[in-house]
């Protein structure tokens, strides 16, 4: 996999970085992240603005050598403890700074109460639910938030603190990577409007009935290196040809994707609109020594949020609404 070392940011994080709790300020923190990326030399930021400019192949980089907290607390299932005592914040500033790099970071209202850092480690509650604190079940392959027309770019993941066991991987894989292997009828049957996606329960999908969303395309975008709207549990054709095409497209993509075991220091930048991500099951302890990472969404212009939903707050607000027509996925 393509990758990046930010060795070279450390001593700029550390200075910056002890100055705002990003939690509790997350718009100061924002600003000192700026004034972090304007004390770095070109030389430290070109392979992420090339990628941002041009994207790379599997649509995805590794960030590597960022800055590491000292004497990381244990994992704990309380957000509150996190937010206030984590100490040292090296791995949130290191995500901001990355994510003011390839535009704004930004929210989901109905996610994580809004939280612009996510903080995602097994959640015993949520142990068998699909969702990113689950840990008993495999995460199906989705890209992130393909029904909602303030769609992230990118997202990061950031490791902390590595699944004991070494069982629980990031998996990934690229529409460029899986290009080659689907049939050029199959490319054509996904290209077009004949498949259907359901909408997250959270954004008031209340009967969250597979396929009940809006008119998608699988793939589009340039032809030779396409966009991908994918989701294991969501997406559905509406017809036979295209369900045939889709269950095709979802072999092809489980049996090439990438398992990736992201430790402390390490980054993975994907571009959301090109590739797809999910999660292995493992066994979580709640000893305090589980799977720890950070999850930062960024969207390259929060302008398009303004023009679709009139808002322009860092954290979007926007319901679905069954049955009412949306015109947003025309810009795909
Ligand atoms: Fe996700």
Known sequence: MPTVDISSWSETIRRHAVRANPYREFERTAAHAEEALAALGHDDVRALLEFKRKGG???RLLIRNGAI???????????EDIENGKGTYYSEFTLIMLGKLLGEPFSYSQERNGAIIHNVRPAKHNETNISSDSSAVILDLHNENIYHPVQPDY????????????????LVIGADEILPLLSAEDVDTLSAFQFRTSVDYNFGNSDAE?????????LFGNPASPMIAYDDEYIAGTNPR???????????LHENMYAVDLGPGETLL????????GRTAFTARYDGTDRWLQRLLVSRDLRRAEMLLG???????????PGKFYGYVDYR
């Open 57 to 59: 192949p599997g649509g």
């Open 69 to 79: 907290d000292p004497d990381l607390m244990p994992t704990t299932e309380s957000t």
């Open 155 to 170: 997202l990061m993941l950031s490791g902390l603190r590595r699944d004991p066991a070494g069982v629980a991987k990031t």
């Open 210 to 218: 597979r396929g009940n969303g809006p008119a998608i395309r699988v």
């Open 242 to 252: 295209a369900q045939a095409a889709l269950d095709r497209l979802r072999v092809i």
């Open 270 to 277: 994907l571009d959301n609109l090109k590739t797809v991500h």
């Open 311 to 321: 808002d322009t707050r860092r954290t979007v607000e926007w319901n679905y609404e």
